[in-house]
Nanobody, 114 residues
Framework: QVQLVESGGGLVQAGGSLRLSCAAS????????MAWYRQRPGQQRELVAI???????NYADSVKGRFTISRDNAKNTVSLQMSSLKPEDTGVYYC????????WGQGTQVTVSS
């Protein structure tokens, strides 16, 4: 089992920045990739950014150049620095640990006002 605890999120004006953090504990050795997903209102959950052991770092086209994912294997953490936020970035953001099984954080709300 892997437990994920997220922090960060909140309300910010368009153009602002937020930082999300996620700490993993438990069966860390089973984790290959760590990622951030989001679920925007009325939409399905989507991948935002992923830090993969095999494939490196990748971003959704909609966030490239604005979001930065960073992974600290020594501390078992992954962060998402979000800049130049837009109202369409509003949603619930989930930390994910991907491996033999997939684990999810509880989600944190990000609201960007126009």
């Amino acid at each position: 089992q892997v437990q994920l605890v997220e922090s960060g999120g909140g309300l910010v004006q368009a153009g602002g920045s937020l930082r999300l953090s996620c700490a993993a504990s438990g069966s860390i050795a089973s984790i290959n990739d760590m990622a951030w997903y989001r679920q925007r209102p009325g939409q399905q959950r989507e991948l935002v950014a992923i830090a993969s052991i095999s494939d490196g770092i990748n971003y959704a086209d909609s966030v490239k150049g604005r979001f930065t994912i960073s992974r600290d294997n020594a501390k078992n953490t992954v962060s998402l620095q979000m800049s130049s936020l837009k109202p369409e970035d509003t949603g619930v953001y989930y930390c994910a640990a991907l491996g033999y099984q997939n684990y999810w954080g509880q989600g944190t709300q990000v609201t960007v006002s126009s």
